[in-house]
T-cell receptor, first 107, second 114 residues
Framework: KNEVEQSPQNLTAQEGEFITINCSYS?????LHWLQQHPGGGIVSLFM???GKKKHGRLIATINIQEKHSSLHITASHPRDSAVYIC?????????FGTGTSLTVIP | DGGITQSPKYLFRKEGQNVTLSCEQN?????MYWYRQDPGQGLRLIYY???????QKGDIAEGYSVSREKKESFPLTVTSAQKNPTAFYLC?????????????FGAGSRLTVL
């Protein structure tokens, strides 16, 4: 069983829709990261969270430590948001990665 | 601009050959990592290094080797002992311990065994 589960696996949205991607984890963690992987393969870090909520532009990430759950929200989605979004948790000196949510935003 | 450079971007290997993937960073980060990505699976750790001249095996180290002779460089060798080497390989770094810092990734190297 993977320590990190993401849902949904695949998501298609119309431009302008509000999008939510969920991440649940089963281990005690010191931090949670949200990453974005574009079709070319490169990965960029969006957020690092240990509690509460962070916002950057149209992206919002929240974490509930007690429930072992995090969400990534995208407001006013745009075709350029199309990518794979990966949740990763930190336990000790290691990262554990989810399998990713593939998002396609249609104009 | 600071970042991580991986090369080559695409690599083809015949069975039985060793190949080396390059990873160079100019971020002055202490920690460096090699991950393997296969379709439908999360990133899996091959090796990581917290400081120069020291590295630790990850979950799938068999058939791979690394070195960390300089802070900036962390090359990965895929040996002939790796039974299924076709995959996308990502190098990453962080300032120090992973819980306190974001990861910075290279653009990746795609290895195909012919």
């Amino acid at each position: 069983k993977n320590e990190v589960e993401q849902s949904p696996q695949n998501l298609t949205a119309q431009e302008g829709e509000f999008i939510t991607i969920n991440c649940s984890y089963s281990v005690g963690i010191s931090a949670l990261h949200w990453l974005q992987q574009h079709p070319g393969g490169g990965i960029v870090s969006l957020f690092m969270l240990s509690s509460g909520k962070k916002k950057h532009g149209r992206l919002i990430a929240t974490i509930n430590i007690q429930e072992k759950h995090s969400s990534l929200h995208i407001t006013a989605s745009h075709p350029r948001d199309s990518a794979v979004y990966i949740c990763a948790v930190v336990k000790g000196n290691q990262f554990y990665f989810g399998t990713g949510t593939s998002l396609t935003v249609i104009p | 601009d600071g970042g991580i450079t991986q090369s080559p971007k695409y690599l083809f290997r015949k069975e039985g050959q060793n190949v080396t993937l390059s990873c160079e960073q100019n971020l002055n980060h202490d920690a460096m990592y090699w991950y393997r990505q296969d379709p439908g699976q999360g990133l899996r750790l091959i090796y990581y290094s917290q400081i120069v001249n020291d590295f630790q095996k990850g979950d799938i180290a068999e058939g791979y080797s690394v070195s960390r002779e300089k802070k900036e460089s962390f090359p990965l060798t895929v040996t002939s002992a790796q039974k299924n080497p076709t995959a996308f390989y990502l190098c990453a770094s962080s300032r120090d311990r992973p819980g306190a810092n974001v990861l910075t990734f290279g653009a990746g190297s795609r290895l195909t065994v012919l």
